[in-house]
């Protein structure tokens, strides 16, 4: 009976998420209930409560790491974007030529993400983007270009993707063996849709006469290039501190924010407190996504709830025998990824399947890195980039499933079986 209830609160809350926009309810309050309902679903039924409470706080442990990792790398990019430090990335890609810039905004979505993560990565182009493109049709393609590559560029970095960098802190995955064996098919599912969309667009792009900057304050262009580089390397920094350290990747990710925090106090000292206060790292907390870290704690809370109830265990053996083979099961996560959020399908996995059944750095886990983080392309709502595209820019679902979803599609597959080859030929 209490599996049963379970489930269905699970379910509920689910498909609540999925219908955020339908509902007008904001998914991360759903979450949060939604998590709360499961335990006490558990802890109702339970013979020894404080069983379930240890439980309770052994999983909140795991997913406090996500959280605070999320919390820090959401401040670090905003501390940049408060100093204009993407201008440089707007300058770089203003150009008339068609070609020249769709190919620039791909590759600088490709590989931005996977050092900011994709949901950051494809706020940051949209702006720019916004600040660039005159037409809404030609806007609207490029956007659909970023939601792929930005996607594509965070599946073979351990902190471009929320789901790579929870299989990385979930010890199924290292930071240079993924990026190694996924890397490859992540470029091909980012450069035949370049090719097409490139295609697709068939008149000369239109360009406004001038991008807009920041006026709320007087930065300098020392300071501006100072963060901007001291973000980027302190995000860099934080798989090669867990390499070396073996602490958890959010310390690494601490101790970067700490320095920014103090080189930003040392720069601005002198200027006005309202000055300041806008470029301070007290101003970036203010104006992180906290929502966003807060559906991520009750999603993964609902799902910690189904490990503890012992369902998701019997989910997987249910799954083999009804698959049996892994490549197709992950391929199969991939495409769910597109209708369901790819965060807790990737979570239930890492409960379903021990580290005894597929150990670190098994061809499951890399495999799934991959399909996770670029089959939620074939969706707008399928990603945290296309969910924020939608949001923001009022980008109808039909149009996307009718002029960028079956682009998205022909890039997953291709990569999926340039990854598959690959790790026949290489091992």
Same mark, same amino acid.
Request: charged letters at 15%.
């Given at each position: ?121 494809? *706020?940051?182009?949209?702006?720019? +983007?916004?600040?660039?493109? $005159?037409? =809404?049709?030609? %806007?609207? /393609? @490029? ?116 320095? *920014?925090?103090?080189?930003?106090? +040392?720069?601005?000292?002198? $200027?006005? =407190?309202?000055? %300041?206060? /806008? @470029? ?148």
């Amino acid at each position: 009976m209490m599996t049963f209830i379970l489930l269905i609160v699970f379910v509920l809350g689910y498909f609540a998420v999925i219908l955020e926009h339908y509902i007008h309810i904001n998914k991360s309050a759903t979450a949060l209930i939604t998590a709360v309902v499961c335990w006490l679903v558990i802890v109702l039924y339970a013979s020894d409560k404080m069983v379930v409470v240890e439980n309770l706080s052994h999983h909140l442990g795991a997913i406090s790491e996500i959280v605070f990792f999320l919390l820090g790398a959401m401040t670090i990019v905003e501390i940049i974007d408060a100093h204009d430090g993407f201008q440089n990335i707007a300058e770089t890609i203003k150009t008339n030529n068609k070609t020249k810039l769709v190919w620039l905004i791909s590759f600088i979505s490709f590989f931005l993400s996977a050092i900011l993560d994709n949901l950051t990565c494809t *706020i940051v182009m949209m702006s720019i +983007l916004n600040k660039l493109i $005159k037409k =809404q049709k030609t %806007k609207w /393609l @490029l956007l659909g270009l970023v939601i792929i590559a930005s996607n594509a560029g965070g599946a073979w970095s351990p902190i471009g993707d929320v789901t790579t960098t929870m299989l990385w802190i979930g010890k199924q995955i290292t930071p240079f063996n993924i990026i190694q064996k996924t890397f490859l098919a992540s470029l091909v599912s980012m450069l035949i849709p370049t090719l097409m969309i490139n295609y697709l667009i068939k008149e000369k792009i239109e360009l406004k006469i001038s991008i807009e900057k920041n006026l709320n304050f007087t930065s300098s262009e020392f300071e501006r290039n100072l963060i901007f580089y001291l973000g980027i390397a302190g995000l860099l920094f934080v798989p090669v501190f867990k390499t070396f350290t073996h602490l958890p990747p959010y310390m690494g990710m601490f101790f970067s924010l700490g320095i *920014i925090w103090v080189v930003t106090e +040392l720069i601005h000292n002198k $200027k006005h =407190q309202h000055e %300041k206060g /806008l @470029l301070s790292v007290n101003h970036a907390l203010r104006k992180i996504d906290t929502p966003s870290i807060l559906f991520f704690l009750g999603i993964l809370m609902s799902i910690a709830s189904l490990e503890s109830a012992g369902i998701l265990p019997k989910l997987a053996d249910k799954l083999n025998n009804a698959v049996g083979n892994v490549s197709l099961v992950a391929i199969f996560i991939g495409l769910l990824s597109s209708v369901f959020d790819n965060v807790p399908l990737v979570a239930a996995l890492q409960s379903m399947y021990s580290l005894k059944d597929f150990p670190t750095d098994h061809y499951f886990w890399e495999l799934l890195a991959y399909t996770a983080g670029t089959g939620g392309s074939c969706l707008i709502i399928g990603s945290a980039s296309g969910v924020a595209v939608m949001g923001m820019e009022r980008i109808d679902f039909f149009w996307y499933l009718k002029k960028i979803s079956w682009i998205a599609l022909i890039g997953f597959f291709s990569g999926a079986l340039v990854f598959i080859l690959q790790h026949k030929l290489m091992g």
